[in-house]
């Protein structure tokens, strides 16, 4: 009877404790998503200031700039409808974004008064200041996006996941169309 006593004890610890690393790889995998949150917000702050200054001198780039623009207000409206299947959409209207902002960084090599202008080079230093923590916030958001999928597979996990009825977050994923190589010449035709 003793024996019987000690191991149900026994389970209810374990199986507590991996609840627990369940909760906890959850709740990191959250703040590593609203880390990508915060220097996203960053990015879409600095748009307007990119976008006036850019404005003055790249008439025959309107389109870009109204595509930009466009972007970075659904972009806003995805962050504020919150996580869930949510998510993954916005990684692809973020993915469309990042694509565009980086169009129009190369389209400033075409305009030689905007390239030296000096508003526009600190915008552009911030840019890609921004871009490399947005870029790190992904690694760590993956990172424990992977901690919590791998808590909730593996047995007792799985058992407490399907209870708590808890799914695998999604992974940010770059799109197809950005893993081809890059053709600068497109980028550089007036």
Avoid: C
């Amino acid at each position: 009877m003793n024996w019987m006593l000690v191991t149900v004890v026994v389970a209810v610890v374990l199986l507590y404790f991996w609840y627990a690393t369940i909760v906890s790889r959850r709740n990191a995998a959250e703040e590593a998503l609203s880390g990508i949150d915060v220097q996203l917000k960053k990015r879409t702050d600095l748009i307007p200031n990119i976008l006036k200054i850019a404005a003055r001198f790249m008439e025959h780039e309107q389109a870009l700039l109204t595509e930009i623009t466009r972007l970075r207000t659904e972009v806003l409206q995805a962050a504020e409808s919150g996580g869930g299947a949510g998510t993954e959409k916005r990684f692809e209207l973020e993915a469309a974004l990042e694509s565009k902002l980086s169009g129009l960084m190369v389209a400033v090599e075409n305009y030689p008064d905007l390239k030296s202008h000096t508003n526009m080079m600190e915008a552009q230093r911030v840019y890609a200041d921004v871009e490399e923590h947005i870029s790190a916030a992904r690694r760590s958001y993956n990172a424990a996006g992977r901690r919590f999928k791998d808590a909730i597979q593996i047995f007792p996990g799985n058992v407490i996941a399907a209870v708590m009825g808890l799914k695998p977050l999604p992974f940010f994923e770059v799109a197809e169309a950005e893993r081809a190589p890059v053709n600068a010449d497109d980028f550089l035709k007036p």
